[in-house]
């Protein structure tokens, strides 16, 4: 069975704070995307990688940063979190038909 | 850039009938992909249904069935006997070609009355 985790399935932090979101896949893909999910905005592309080091931005990918040491993982950064980067996260990875998604990362920045 | 509009916010059907969840997209590719995808409350977002553009004919999965009007460029999701767990927010998706990357469009969230 295919299996996208996320590190945490909520997570509060303090304005200013460096926050790591981590991803992990078990199913070799090379294809892997960070998303927000806001309501009434649907799912925005922030990053994604299609190989180990490897990123590319996506639709807004300002405010963060990701890295990608490892095939199966790749983290989404919040340099110095905001109040406007509350959001609930989204990790999938790209299985040739179609995109797997994590169960998501609900972020609260006060 | 590639477009995809849902235009409907919400939806709400009664157990055991029929509702559509209507989509539109824009994009002067030949070559595309289209999905719908599930988001049911605190769950995991999983795949509905895909449909090939080449594809004249329409998907189906069980009770899932897409009308897929490429001239048109309209792509909707039908639910047949509608169920309680069929209660979820639903995304449209679209891919150009071979890449990976979806363009979403920003969702429906869909009620089943018992």
């Known amino acids: 069975d295919v299996k996208v985790t996320q590190s945490s399935r909520y997570l509060v932090k303090r304005t200013g704070e460096k926050v790591f979101l981590e991803c992990v896949q078990d199913?070799?893909?090379?294809?892997m995307f960070w998303y927000r999910q806001d309501p009434g905005l649907g799912l925005r592309l922030i990053y994604f990688?299609?190989?180990?080091?490897?990123?590319e931005k996506g639709d807004i990918p300002e405010g963060y940063s990701v890295s990608r040491e490892k095939k199966e993982r790749f983290s989404l950064i919040l340099e110095s979190a905001s109040t406007n980067q509350t959001s609930m996260y989204l990790c999938?990875?790209?299985?040739?038909?179609?995109?797997?998604f994590g169960p998501g990362t609900r972020l609260t920045v006060t | 850039a590639q477009t995809v509009t849902q235009s409907q916010p919400e939806m709400s059907v009664q157990e055991a009938e029929t509702v559509t969840l209507s989509c539109t997209y824009d994009t002067s590719e030949s070559d595309y992909y289209l999905f719908w995808y599930k988001q049911p409350p605190s769950r995991q977002m999983i795949l509905v249904i895909r449909?090939?553009?080449?594809?004249?004919q329409n998907a189906t999965e069980n009770r899932f069935s897409v009308n897929f009007q490429k001239a048109a460029k309209s792509f909707s999701l039908k639910i047949s006997d509608s169920q309680l767990g069929d209660a979820a927010m639903y995304f449209c998706a679209y891919q150009a070609g071979a890449n990976s990357k979806l363009t979403f469009g920003k969702g429906i969230t869909l009620s089943v009355r018992p």
């Open positions: 990688s299609y190989d180990v080091k490897m990123k």
């Open positions: 449909q090939e553009a080449y594809k004249q």
């Open positions: 199913m070799d893909h090379e294809n």
């Open positions: 999938a990875s790209w299985g040739r038909r179609e995109q797997y």
